[in-house]
């Protein structure tokens, strides 16, 4: 489903302190895993991100947010106090992409499938019958 076809949903979700918690108002696309080694040394794991428009994005206190210029590309933010990773913003980006796992549950979201796969680190196997890009999505 493309995501202008998507319902607009209310999302809310916070990092592990609750120093920073934040509101989506909007149609939120669903969440790709990025096996970048950017994602895999920020997160210690590979990312796991929805997308949102950041207009449709409230973040309650972003004194506690700290932004990470991690490339020419993009910066990352994250809480101040605890390190919870949130978001992911491509420069001059209309979108962010907001950490699948710091939202509140349910979240009533999916999974489109894996990116940067080619960059995956070598100790586990993306199941086969998922849906993979070896670079940045293509859709
Ligand atoms: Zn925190």
């Known amino acids: 489903m493309s995501d202008d076809k998507k319902p607009t ?17 909007g149609r939120v696309r669903d969440v790709l895993f990025c096996h ?45 106090i605890c390190g919870g990773r949130l978001f992911y913003h491509p420069h001059e980006s209309p979108f962010i992409g907001v950490a699948a796992g710091s939202l509140d549950q349910p979240s009533g979201l999916g999974t489109i499938g894996h990116v940067f796969t080619d960059d995956a680190a070598d100790y586990y196997t993306i199941a086969a019958d998922e849906k993979q890009y070896p670079g940045a999505p293509t859709r």
């Open 9 to 25: 949903r209310i999302l809310t979700g916070g990092c592990l302190c609750g120093a920073v918690r934040f509101r989506v108002e």
């Open 36 to 80: 970048c080694s950017m994602c895999r040394l920020s997160h210690g794991h590979y990312g796991a991100y929805a997308g949102v428009k950041q207009a449709e994005l409230t973040v309650e206190d972003e004194s506690a947010v700290t932004w990470y210029r991690s490339s020419d590309v993009a910066r990352r933010g994250f809480c101040s």
